[in-house]
C-alpha cells in the first residue's frame, strides 16, 4: 500500500487492517526525512520578510492546529459537509505592506527595502566569475579589450565592458530622462507633502526639466563635452597649428584606424569641429555622427560621442558654424534646414525665407563662410534664360540679407566663400565666374574657365601673402586690387563633367573698375555682351554704389589635372593649402591628391590596393595632418599624412 493512502487512513481503520502502531524509532526517521507540520511552521517564521511573519501570527491567533480530542472520523458527515470554499488567508496588517519612509530613490532599493533584504539583481549571475571569456580569439571583441595584449577576462568583466560600449553607442533617449525627471518630481512632492521629506531631498534646490545635469550628460553628452573644454586631454584639445613643408610627387601617408564601423547608407558630407578633435559625418540615412578624432587610442579609437536623427530628411550637407563650432546646420532635399545648437542641445528648424520662399523649393545646397557672418544657400527656382539665385542669410539671425542672380546658361553650378567672409565666387554651369562682395551687393570681376565644357564644381585655398610677387591683369586701364579684396585666397580649382580640373592664381583675378569713364565704358558694354548681371536689393548693409561695374578678365590656368575620366564631384583644399583632393563619386578609386605650389599629381598614392571605393564626401583636419575619405558603401577611412 502506498504511504500516502496509509496516512489517510485513521488510526481504528490501521487497527482493523492489522498494522501495528510507528514507534519512535520509526517516527523519528519519517520526521528526519519528510518533516513535520511543527517544522514546516517554525521554517516559515524563521523567513525575514514581515509580511509571511503577519500571515502566520494572524493564523496563531485564529489557531490552525486541531485540538487533541480532535476526532478525524468523518464517517458519519455529509458530503456537503466534507467540503468548504477556501477564502485564502487574512490579508496582513497595512503598516506591514506599506514601504518604510525613509526608502531610497532606486527602484531595486524601494523593492529590497520593502521585504526587508537586498537581493541581487535577476541578471547577475554567480557563475560568471567562474568562466572565462577570450577577447583575442573573437574578431568582434576585440573592441573591447583595453591594451592589444589582453586576452582573457572573467565573465563579471565580460559583462561590465558589453554593457559600457552599448551605452557608448546608445545614449540614454531623451525620453527616458524626461520619465526619471518627472518621477524624481512626483517624489518629491509626495514626500513634501507627507512631511517625510529626506535630509538629503531638503537640501536640493528645486529641479526642472532643464537643469537636471545628469540628466543633460545622459542625453546630450556633446554639449557638457564642448562646455568643458578639460573633458578632453589636453595633448588632443587642440589640432597642432605647424605644419611641415611636403614635397611634391611621392607623399609619406599612413592609414589608421577607420572611423566608425560604417553606416547604414552612403556618406556624403564630412567636416572636422575648427578646435576639437571631433568628425562630423552624415548621409541619406537622416542621421548625424559625431566621432571623437583618436586614432592612436588603442583601447578604443575613433569612438562615437553622438548621433542625432531627423526623420522625414535625407541629409545632403552638414557643417559646423565657425569660428566655434557650436552649432550644426543640417539640410536635406526638402524646403527647410535644421540648426543643432550643441550646447543646449535643441534643434531649431528653418522652413522659410522671407519673401523668398518660392525660389527655394529645396534647401540643400549651402555653404557657411569661414567667418561665421554668412550663410548662402542655392535657389532651385530658375528665370526664363536660365538665371540662378543664391540668397545671402545672417547665420545667426537667419534673416534675409542679399542675393546673387546670374544670367548663366543651366542656372548655379557651384560657389565657394572667400577665405576672409567678405564674399563668394559664384560658377554657372556654362563656366562663367562671379566674384560678388557682400558688403557692397554687388560684382567686383567676372571672368571664364579656360575650355569650359560643363563646370560642376569650385573650391578655394591656400592663404595668399601680400608681399609674394603677383601676376598683373592684361588689361591696363583698371587699377588692381589688393589681394585681401578677393578673400585673401591663393588658388582657385574649377571642375567639369569631362573630368578636367583646372587651378588658377587667383592673385591674377583680384581687379576692379574704380571709376574712370573710359573704362566704365568699356566695362558696360562687355558686361551687355557677357549677358551676367547680379543685383541685390537693398538691406541693412550700407547701399551700393551708383556706379556699379565690374572687370571682364580672362585668366589663365596655373596647371590642368587631367588624371579623371568622369565628372569631378569634389575638389577640397587643405587648410594649409599644400594639398588638393579632387574625386569622382561616378567612378571607383577616382581620387587624386595633388601637391601646390608646384600643381602635381603624386603618383605613389593612392595605389591601385588603396581601399576608397567610390568616394562620396573628403575633408581635412584643421592642421592638414588628418585626411578622412568616406564612400557610398559607408565606410569613413582616415589617414595620417606624415610628410
Keep these: 500500500m502506498a504511504m500516502d493512502e496509509m496516512e489517510e487512513e485513521s488510526p481504528r481503520e490501521q487497527r482493523r487492517r492489522g498494522i501495528k502502531a510507528k514507534d519512535a524509532t520509526e517516527e523519528e526517521l519519517e520526521k ?6 511543527a517544522g514546516f511552521r517554525d521554517g516559515l517564521r524563521k523567513h525575514t520578510r514581515p509580511g509571511l511573519k503577519a500571515v ?6 485564529h489557531g490552525e492546529d486541531p485540538p487533541d480530542d480532535f476526532d478525524d472520523d468523518f464517517t458519519g458527515l455529509k458530503d456537503s459537509e466534507l467540503f468548504y470554499v477556501d477564502a485564502g488567508h487574512p490579508e496582513p496588517p497595512q503598516e506591514v505592506l506599506a514601504a518604510p519612509a525613509n526608502s531610497r530613490d532606486d527602484g531595486e532599493e524601494e ?3 520593502m521585504y526587508g533584504a537586498t537581493d541581487p539583481p535577476a ?3 554567480s557563475d560568471d566569475e567562474r568562466i572565462t571569456v577570450s577577447l583575442a580569439t573573437t574578431p568582434r571583441l576585440r573592441k573591447l579589450r583595453k591594451h592589444e595584449g589582453e586576452d582573457l577576462v572573467s565573465g563579471t568583466e565580460y559583462t561590465r565592458r558589453l554593457r559600457r560600449q552599448f551605452e557608448r553607442l546608445h545614449p540614454v533617449p531623451e525620453w527616458v530622462r524626461y520619465a526619471t525627471t518627472q518621477e524624481h518630481l512626483r517624489r518629491r512632492r509626495r514626500d513634501a507633502a507627507a512631511g517625510q521629506r529626506t535630509s538629503t531631498d531638503a537640501d536640493d534646490s528645486p529641479v526642472d526639466d532643464m537643469d537636471l545635469d545628469d540628466g543633460e550628460l545622459s542625453a546630450q553628452p556633446l554639449a557638457d563635452l564642448l562646455r568643458t573644454p578639460g573633458s578632453l586631454a589636453p595633448s588632443a584639445r587642440t589640432f597642432n597649428a605647424k605644419r611641415k613643408r611636403l614635397r611634391p610627387e611621392v607623399i609619406n601617408i599612413q592609414r589608421t584606424r577607420d572611423v566608425g564601423d560604417g553606416q547604414p547608407s552612403a556618406i556624403t558630407s564630412l567636416d572636422f569641429h575648427p578646435t576639437y578633435p571631433m568628425l562630423l559625418s552624415s548621409g541619406p540615412a537622416s542621421t548625424m555622427y559625431i566621432h571623437r578624432v583618436s586614432p592612436s587610442d588603442s583601447v578604443d579609437p575613433n569612438p562615437l560621442l553622438t548621433s542625432v536623427h531627423i526623420r522625414h530628411t535625407n541629409i545632403t550637407i552638414s557643417a559646423f558654424h565657425r569660428p566655434d563650432g557650436e552649432r550644426i546646420f543640417v539640410s536635406g532635399p526638402r524646403r527647410y534646414f535644421h540648426i543643432w545648437d550643441l550646447p543646449s542641445g535643441s534643434i531649431e528648424k528653418v522652413s522659410s525665407i522671407e519673401a523668398h520662399n518660392k525660389e527655394h523649393r529645396e534647401m540643400e545646397r549651402f555653404r557657411l563662410s569661414p567667418c561665421g557672418r554668412w550663410m548662402a544657400i542655392v535657389g532651385t527656382q530658375r528665370g526664363r534664360a536660365g538665371a540662378g539665385v543664391v540668397n545671402i542669410l545672417d547665420a545667426r539671425t537667419t534673416q534675409w540679407i542679399a542675393e546673387v542672380r546670374i544670367t548663366s546658361h543651366g542656372g548655379v553650378a557651384d560657389f565657394a566663400w572667400w577665405r576672409n567672409g567678405d564674399g563668394l565666387c559664384v560658377a554657372g554651369r556654362a563656366g562663367d565666374m562671379f566674384e560678388y562682395l557682400v558688403s557692397e551687393r554687388r560684382v567686383v570681376a567676372q ?9 560642376t564644381v569650385i573650391g578655394l585655398g591656400g592663404k595668399a601673402s601680400g608681399n609674394e610677387p603677383r601676376r598683373e591683369p592684361s588689361t591696363s586701364s583698371v587699377a588692381a586690387l589688393s589681394v585681401s579684396a578677393l578673400g585673401g585666397d591663393r588658388y582657385m580649382a574649377v571642375g ?5 580640373v583646372n587651378i588658377y592664381d587667383r592673385r591674377s583675378i583680384s581687379t576692379i ?8 565704358t568699356t566695362t558696360t558694354t562687355t558686361t551687355t555682351n557677357h549677358a551676367a548681371v547680379l543685383q541685390s536689393p537693398p538691406s541693412s548693409l550700407s547701399p551700393p554704389p551708383a556706379a556699379a561695374q565690374f572687370q571682364i578678365l580672362s585668366p589663365k590656368p596655373l596647371k590642368t589635372i587631367e588624371n579623371l575620366t568622369r565628372p569631378v564631384s569634389t575638389v577640397v583644399f587643405s587648410p594649409d593649402g599644400q594639398l588638393l583632393a579632387v574625386t569622382s563619386r561616378l567612378q571607383k578609386d577616382a581620387f587624386r591628391l595633388v601637391h601646390l605650389p608646384s600643381c602635381t599629381v603624386y603618383r605613389n ?6 581601399a576608397l571605393g567610390r568616394v562620396t564626401a573628403v575633408a581635412f583636419s584643421p592642421d592638414s595632418s588628418l585626411l578622412a575619405v568616406a564612400n557610398d558603401a559607408g565606410k569613413l577611412r582616415l589617414w595620417n599624412v606624415l610628410a
Excluded at 32 to 37: E, H, I, M, Q
Aim: hydrophobic residues 25%; aromatic residues 8%; charged residues 30%.
Design 605 to 610: 598614392w593612392p595605389t591601385h590596393q588603396t
Design 447 to 455: 571672368w571664364t574657365d579656360e575650355g569650359a565644357v560643363g563646370t
Design 32 to 37: 528526519l526525512v519528510f518533516g513535520d507540520d
Design 496 to 500: 567639369s563633367t569631362s573630368g578636367i
Design 111 to 113: 523593492e529590497d527595502s
Design 56 to 61: 502566520l501570527k494572524d493564523e496563531d491567533e
Design 513 to 520: 573698375v574704380t571709376g574712370s569713364s573710359s573704362s566704365t
Design 123 to 125: 541578471w547577475e549571475d
